[in-house]
């Protein structure tokens, strides 16, 4: 796992390692990484043009003593200073080293730089850029030089990921001790390029992390032992489709049918249950008589491990029913799409002893909980994590970093996916491949974590096969199809 802290934590672990260590060895080693990193990607350190963008607190600090370390290896170094104050030890080791501030307009400097290392701000960054930084910030952003971030790119909120204005668009974020959660989420993810962890020795003084990202080799799907057979790998049973939506059946469907299930139930009413026969004859099917919603419906259908309800159910009396009785069960419930509509206006169904996940886009999940789209996309870490108090629930929140939070738990930040999976119908995959993962017995939480990162593999490999194809369009159909690479590529 990647592990992210709070900016608070970081702080009071930095202070407790900063108190038996002399003084400003800290700031010594975060330096000597930043330097290290850039020495690597320059073609060459001596002669290298280095522009450093340096703000008043230690973030600039830790620039300008990287800038003295590459300037004694022969780096043309010079200094934008953002604001009255800087770091002045810092700044006097780079001049001793041979740095010198920017003549003329820092636009020049930056624009001629074959490397710009950003220390406007780090942890200490708050709202909005102010100028001058936020001019700064977008002449890096624009320049032709590599941009290497100190920390976090400055502008984004090394906390949340939010972005209040102007931003700097790092090629690489040399971030210290731990990463921070605005590092792994967006949209301040999509600022930082290529993220790498330097150790400053805070190792012991952390504790639990708020945020972590799988790695490959933390994604553990149920595997088939020799004594598997369909039942005991588990049966998910989907509850999905109406007369309105046929195709949301059919990719649900999809999803569980290649998400490793012993077997799959379907029921809805007969269109949609005649077209997953037709696209699934593996799948088990019962078709619901219209105005027969109840419990005994449930009976009818047969015994699964697990329940996903909602992809194109509608949000009528009827789903209504069908949700009820669903979640009266003291099976694992995944709610998604019609069926979150329907839940907005009878969250009391939640209140139930067995797990539920539900997985909400924003707008889904602005109707849950009654937050404005906007501000659950600026700050999704802080309403993922409400929603999953407030709803009793393993809250998934789908989007551009896919989230997915359990009250009392470190939120998941899914690493996979790709804006290419914006289209219709993908989010109906991936509720019936989380629902499968349910069945085949993992908790909540790993169900929807291992569910999204397959989900978003499936989309990468639809989208470029191999490393060196350029991306195409997918549909969600795709996703279904390229499943079972995904599970396939897993270490
Ligand atoms: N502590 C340690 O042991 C270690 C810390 N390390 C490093 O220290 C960094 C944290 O340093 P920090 O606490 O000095 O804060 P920092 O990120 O430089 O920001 C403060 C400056 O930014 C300014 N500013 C704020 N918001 C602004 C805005 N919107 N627009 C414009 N300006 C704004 C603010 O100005 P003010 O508001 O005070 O006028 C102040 O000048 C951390 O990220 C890491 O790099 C490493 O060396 C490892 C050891
Ligand atoms: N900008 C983006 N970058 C990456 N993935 C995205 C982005 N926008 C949406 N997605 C993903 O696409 C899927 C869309 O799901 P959803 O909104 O439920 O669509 P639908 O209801 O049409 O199936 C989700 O998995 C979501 O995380
Ligand atoms: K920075």
């Known amino acids: 796992m990647r592990y992210a802290h709070e900016v608070g934590k970081v702080r009071a672990a930095e202070r407790a390692l900063m108190a038996r260590l002399p003084e400003g060895a800290l700031m010594q080693r975060a330096a000597a990484g930043l330097a290290s990193v850039c020495a690597r990607v320059l073609p060459a350190v ?17 620039a300008l003593y990287a800038g003295a370390r590459l300037a004694r290896r022969g780096a043309r170094v010079h200094v934008v200073q953002a604001g009255s104050k800087i770091h002045e030890a810092g700044f006097a080791a780079l001049r001793a080293a041979g740095g010198r501030p920017a003549a003329g307009d820092p636009a020049d400097a ?60 790092a090629d690489i974020t040399v971030t210290f001790g731990t990463h921070k959660p605005g590092l792994l989420i967006d949209p301040g993810a999509s600022h930082c390029g290529v993220v790498e962890l330097v150790d400053i020795g805070l190792g012991d003084d952390l504790p639990d992390p708020d ?12 595997e088939p032992g020799p ?75 047969g015994r699964v491990q697990a329940w996903v309800a909602g992809p194109g159910l509608g949000t009528g009396d009827a789903a209504e029913s069908l949700l009820e009785a669903v979640l009266s069960t003291d099976l694992p419930v995944l709610v998604d799409a019609d069926g979150l509509t329907v839940l907005a206006r009878r969250r009391d169904l939640l209140l139930r002893p067995a797990p539920t996940v539900l997985t909400p886009h924003a707008g889904e999940l602005s109707r849950l909980i009654g937050a404005p789209r906007e501000d659950i996309e600026a700050r999704r870490l802080e309403h993922v ?22 009250q009392d738990r470190p ?62 369009p997918i549909s969600a159909q795709d996703v279904v199809t390229a499943l079972p690479e995904a599970f396939r590529s897993l270490p």
């Open 46 to 62: 001596y002669g290298a043009r280095v522009v450093l963008l340096v703000g008043g607190g230690d973030n600039g600090g830790d």
């Open 110 to 169: 930056i624009a001629g730089a074959d490397l710009i290392v950003d220390g406007l701000t780090g942890i200490g960054g708050t709202g909005a850029l102010r100028e001058p930084h936020a001019r700064l910030a977008a002449l890096a952003s624009e320049a032709p030089g590599l941009v290497i971030a100190c920390d976090v790119p400055s502008g984004v909120d090394a906390g949340t990921g939010e972005v209040a204005g102007e931003a700097v668009h």
């Open 211 to 222: 945020v972590v990202a799988a790695r490959p080799a933390d994604v553990r799907p149920p």
């Open 227 to 301: 004594e598997s057979d369909k039942y005991r790998r588990g049966v998910v049973g989907v509850l999905a489709g109406g007369d309105a939506y046929t195709g949301a059946a059919v990719l649900s469907t999809g999803g569980a049918v290649h998400g490793g299930a012993g077997m799959v139930r379907f029921a809805s009413v007969a269109h949609p249950v005649e077209l997953v026969r037709q696209h699934w004859p593996e799948v088990v099917t019962t078709v619901i008589e219209p105005g027969a919603h109840d419990a005994k419906v449930l009976e009818r259908v």
């Open 385 to 406: 994590r409400r929603a999953a108090a407030e709803l009793s629930a393993t809250v998934l929140l789908k989007g551009s970093t896919t989230l997915i939070a359990e």
């Open 411 to 472: 939120v998941r930040v899914n690493p996979t996916g790709t804006p290419r999976l914006a289209t219709a119908g993908t989010g109906d995959v991936l509720s019936g491949l989380i629902g499968a993962l349910l069945a085949g017995g993992l908790p909540a939480l790993d169900a929807a974590a291992a569910g999204a990162y397959l989900h978003g593999l499936a989309a990468r490999l639809a989208s470029a096969p191999h490393p060196d194809a350029a991306e195409a």
